[in-house]
Nanobody, 121 residues
Framework: QVQIVESGGGLVQPGGSLRLSCAAS????????MGWYRQAPGGQRELVAT???????NYADSVKGRFTISRDNAKNTVYLQMNSLKPEDTAVYYC???????????????WGQGTQVTVSS
């Protein structure tokens, strides 16, 4: 069993900051790419940022220069530091991870349950 658990969402004023965390745990052999996606009300899920196990990162154009993804490979944890938040950043943020489980010798994508981020005055 593999679990993906996010934390750190909440309500913040425009211009404020939040830091999201996502931890993968359970029967894990290796974690590859970890990433953050978001889904606004009525919208489709979209990529926010990804981080490979080799520390290469990729960002959506809409968050470049404001959001920073980082990871702690020893803890199988990825973070998303969000600065200069805008109302249009309001969404449910989902973490995903490409994982090689111990029990199944196939790389599998796992998703967390999501955490709400609301940017409003």
């Amino acid at each position: 069993q593999v679990q993906i658990v996010e934390s750190g969402g909440g309500l913040v004023q425009p211009g404020g900051s939040l830091r999201l965390s996502c931890a993968a745990s359970g029967s894990i052999f290796r974690v590859y790419t970890m990433g953050w996606y978001r889904q606004a009300p009525g919208g489709q899920r979209e990529l926010v940022a990804t981080s490979t196990s080799g520390d290469s990162t990729n960002y959506a154009d809409s968050v470049k220069g404001r959001f920073t993804i980082s990871r702690d490979n020893a803890k199988n944890t990825v973070y998303l530091q969000m600065n200069s938040l805008k109302p249009e950043d309001t969404a449910v943020y989902y973490c995903n991870a490409e994982i090689q489980p111990l029990t199944v010798w196939v790389r599998t994508i796992y998703w967390g349950q999501g955490t709400q981020v609301t940017v409003s005055s």
